[in-house]
């Protein structure tokens, strides 16, 4: 008996349940609408490009002396300040050189003082030239004295009748010695001249070669203080390429440009190289500033007379790395590269764009890594939106399905007005509503429908 009770009692329970259910509609998941709200705010439309991060500049070291490398002080990633030591080297090549310019210099001041030295004897030669004239003008002053005084008694016949032959022909004889004894110092004078031209020669020659070899002296001396090879900036290293016990060749003096020994990256500044695509370039053009457009006649100066399209020359742009995904460090356009690159593997041609990094939180990005830009080439500020999804069509009509409430005894779950609109730009998460067609309103607060209800859903259609 009891176990009939039970089963009665469990009937009438499924019963009462079943008449239940029958009495409630159900409407699945998928059948049913979805809301949004109508609000006002700040639309932008992006356009994204990707980049590594570069350094301000990159310095390849490479030593002006050679030798075997004995000590490197620095590893990958060491910040070193300008004139720190990076490396040092074995300076006894350098030493060797070094003491052969310096023998070589010796010897070229040596010939230079031998050839200095001629100089002044030649000098000396011409004043010692120079006084023995002097004394020849002054003894045959008397001779020619006498010669004037005894020739002008001479007759057609050679005869005087004051001095005798012997008197005549003594006196011709020191007057011709004279003249031949002054023009032999002349000649002794000029030849003095002569020798010392030479000897001055010699000097501007010993001088050349002197200057030659001091100037090799002092590069010699360079190069072994280049033994030890000190950084020419403040900068991190990012490679090194040697280690203890190697051999480097001399950037000056080998052909093939000597042996690199590090890179140094100035990172004062950084900067990301994006590839924008092409069908981007323009956009990204008009929101450029105009120190960084390309430098192609006219271009620079079109965009300046263009006031409107100046005011949304800011250039700035966010950037995000995947190193810090929670944040976003600021940017301007530095640079807008003129010259497309093919993309490797397709034919989609791409433009790089130097951004600068101005965050400042900028040292937190490695260098190297992947950075993603965001241009803003299109905004709203402080505009009505709708959800992206709220815009539908009904009839060639674009426009959004406003919640209203149900017409009564109509049945309906939802009630729901289709406002026509038009339509600004669009972010994908909102869309612009720049006005409404017609009579009715649309304003902040109104919930509208980003799903439609079956029903309607296959109305629309």
Known sequence: MKKW?????????????????????????????????????DIKVPITASGLIHANLVVEIKPEASGEVTQVHVVEGTFVKAGQTLVELDPQDEE??????????DRAEAMLTQAQVAVERAQVNIEIAQARLEEINAQGAIAEYEWDKIKNTIDEKGRSSLYSDQQIHDSRYRYNLFLAQRKSAAIAIRSAELSKLDAETVVLSQEAMRNSVEKALEDAEERLRETTVLAPSDAIVTD????????????????????????????????????????????????????SLPDMPKLRETAAEDAQQMEQRGGIVRIT???????TFEGRIERVEPQGKLNPGSSIIQFDVHVEITDPQRHLLPLGAQAQVEFTVESALDTLRVPAEAVKTLEDQRGVYVKTNPSPGSGDDYGKKFI???????????????????????????????????DVDELEN
């Open 5 to 41: 009770i039970i089963l009665l009692a469990a009937v009438g329970l499924v019963v009462v349940i079943w008449y239940f259910a029958r009495q409630q509609s159900f409407t699945p998941d998928w059948a049913k609408a979805k809301f949004g709200e109508v609000t006002r705010g």
């Open 96 to 105: 060797r050189l070094r003491d052969r310019a310096q023998a070589e210099f």
């Open 240 to 291: 090194v390429s040697i280690k203890a016990g190697m051999l480097v060749q001399s950037g000056t003096q080998s052909i093939m440009g000597g042996t690199q020994l590090m890179k140094l990256a100035d990172v004062s500044k950084k900067k990301v190289i994006a590839r924008l695509d092409e069908a981007d370039y323009g956009r990204v053009l008009d929101i450029s500033p105009i120190d």
């Open 321 to 327: 790395v995947d190193a810090f995904p929670e944040e």
């Open 420 to 454: 026509p609109c038009r339509f600004g730009i669009s972010d994908g998460e909102f869309t612009q509503v720049i006005a409404v067609v017609g009579d009715d309103e649309l304003k902040e607060g109104d919930k509208v429908y980003t799903k439609l209800p079956r």
